[in-house]
């Protein structure tokens, strides 16, 4: 069974950094694509970035281009998210995905 474990999330104000992290467990991220999604109250989960197995091929949603940026070491089995210029817009808890499985998501709030 697979386990993904998000970390990083925090408050900070707006114009800041953070950076998220995803752990897995269970199984090698090795040949899977991953993504990075996210909720903001009152709305339905969006998508925000994917990340191809090797890591060659990333899509950003238009609203995060040019102040995120996803990697991922597959020998590690993690997934990281430097998100910088940080928005209050940008206040949801971030979920990381790997096909059908989902982390318990990390909280974001960006303080204007």
């Known amino acids: 069974q697979v386990q993904l474990v998000e970390s990083g999330g925090g408050l900070v104000q707006a114009g800041g950094s953070l950076r998220l992290s995803c752990a897995a467990s269970?199984?090698?991220?090795?040949?899977?694509?991953m993504a990075w999604y996210r909720q903001a109250p009152g709305k339905e989960r969006e998508f925000v970035v994917g990340?191809?197995?090797?890591?060659?091929?990333?899509d950003f949603v238009d609203s995060v281009k040019g102040r995120f940026f996803v990697s991922r070491d597959n020998a590690k089995n993690t997934m990281s998210l430097q998100m910088n210029s940080l928005k209050p817009e940008d206040t949801a808890i971030y979920y990381c995905?790997?096909?059908?499985?989902w982390g318990q998501g990390t909280q974001v709030t960006v303080s204007p």
């Open positions: 990340i191809s197995w090797l890591g060659t091929r990333t």
């Open positions: 269970g199984r090698s991220l090795r040949t899977y694509d």
């Open positions: 995905n790997m096909g059908d499985n």
